[in-house]
């Protein structure tokens, strides 16, 4: 098949030709990969971001927490849910708004520990991890960020 294309009269005739033949089936790889961009069309939507505090953009704290064991507080927000995260030497407390199902902590390679929600939307976790993490739940989840 010849793709002469830098004529219009050309590609005209190549677009006809493919509006014109008919197509019983659309191949399934085609189906999947159409659901797939699909998918993708909100990510950034969807995904929390840091959009109202972590503590350690607060200069005031971080000092404070450079000098003592201070827990660093985390709050993610996207549109009707909140979650609230606090990371200590302890483990991990949060809450999410509105309450639902669990929460699960994931890092790149797969490990991952999920906690169930309580009806005030509170959840406890053990240690954090160190390097990359987000937060996973019903309703969507977090970006990647570092603890």
């Not at 909140?82 to 949060?94: H, K, N, P, Y």
């Not at 406890?124 to 970006?143: E, H, L, Q």
Request: glycine share 6%; proline share 5%; charged share 25%.
């Amino acid at each position: 098949m010849r793709h002469d294309w830098d004529s219009d009269d050309v590609l005209l005739d190549a677009l006809r030709d493919a509006l014109s033949t008919p197509s019983d089936e659309v191949p399934p790889e085609f189906v999947e990969a159409a659901k797939a961009a699909f998918t993708w069309r909100n990510i950034d939507e969807e995904l929390l971001l840091i959009t109202s505090y972590d503590s350690v953009l607060d200069d005031t704290l971080f000092a404070r927490a450079r000098a003592t064991a201070t827990a660093r507080q985390l709050v993610f927000d996207a549109d009707g849910v909140s979650l609230q995260v606090e990371v200590s030497a302890v483990g991990i407390t949060g809450q999410l708004m509105p309450p639902s199902g669990s929460v699960t902590l994931v890092t790149p390679n797969g490990d991952a520990e999920t906690a169930a929600v309580d009806e005030l939307g509170m959840f406890v976790m053990g240690s954090a991890p160190r390097g990359p993490v987000k937060f996973r739940f019903a309703s969507g989840c977090t970006d990647w960020f570092i603890l």
